[in-house]
């Protein structure tokens, strides 16, 4: 895909992201939400998409930015920092994960260790399913 393609692409994505932000500022606003929880969350996301869009427009009015962000983001170097980190981020999460569940089945936090319990498990589910489809991919 050319480069402009995939930036048009994230730039609809993020259009789409912030105006959902914008819907649930309004949503939660209109029904009270009583936890408070939704109103900062749509303002987050509408925060971070509007300077999504900003970036993409400054990107894409700069022939010289344009180039530097396509050399950065298809280097092979970089994909290989990035698909390392990202391993790395993983691996982490799932020990403090598991540390957390032991260090909260001590304190008799139950209910949260079973959270926190189902959600390495959903990761390392949504890890093998990937594993098998790219693994037949390639």
């Keep these: 895909m050319e480069y402009r393609k995939k930036l048009k692409a994230r730039l609809i994505f993020s259009f789409v992201l912030l105006i959902t932000g914008i819907g649930i500022i309004i949503t939660s606003n209109l029904f009270a939400d009583k936890s408070g929880f939704f109103s900062p969350f749509g303002l987050g996301l509408a925060v971070i998409n509007l300077v999504r ?7 894409t009015r700069n022939k010289d930015k344009l180039k530097s962000q396509e050399i950065a983001e ?17 691996y982490i999460y799932v020990l ?6 032991i260090v909260l089945q001590l304190f008799n936090k139950t209910e949260i260790g079973t959270y926190i319990s189902f959600s390495v498990c959903a990761m390392l589910l949504i890890y093998w399913v990937c594993y098998l489809i790219i693994r037949k991919k390639y």
């Design 53 to 59: 869009i900003r970036n993409y427009f400054i990107i």
């Design 74 to 90: 298809t280097d092979e170097r970089n994909l290989m920092i990035a698909n390392k980190a990202k391993s790395i981020a993983f």
């Design 96 to 101: 403090m994960s598991c540390a957390a569940v």
